[in-house]
């Protein structure tokens, strides 16, 4: 089992900045990615960004790219999510996932284990 808590999230002016946290404990040894996502208010849920735990890769869903970076601290077991040029739409509960099998996929279901979400609120 692997325990994820995610922290950072807030209340922040359109154009402002967010930094995501999310610290996994428990069997850590076997993580292969992380991922964060999205549910926006009305809306299901949705792909943020995800990262090679065990690389340099990253993948972000067009609607980020460029704004958000995500990085990761393997020591620390905690990854990371830069939120930047923040928009309303942006608005969402996020949450962190982690994957135990090899790749870092975009998919909800390809992941084993999920935090309970932090609230990202911008305000025009």
């Known amino acids: 089992q692997v325990q994820l808590v995610e922290s950072g999230g807030g209340l922040v002016q359109a154009g402002g900045s967010l930094r995501l946290s999310c610290a996994a404990s428990g069997r850590t040894g076997n993580l292969y990615a992380m991922g964060w996502f999205r549910r926006p208010p009305g809306k299901d849920r949705e792909f943020v960004a995800t990262i090679d735990w065990r690389g340099d890769s990253t993948y972000y869903a067009d609607s980020v790219k460029g704004r958000f970076t995500m990085s990761r601290d393997n020591a620390k077991n905690t990854g990371y999510l830069q939120m930047s040029s923040l928009k309303t739409e942006d608005t969402a509960v996020y949450y962190c996932?982690?994957?135990?099998?090899?790749?870092?996929?975009?998919?909800?279901?390809?992941?084993?284990?999920w935090g309970q979400g932090t609230q990202v609120t911008v305000s025009s």
């Open positions: 996932a982690v994957r135990s099998r090899f790749g870092y996929p975009i998919t909800t279901h390809a992941y084993d284990y």
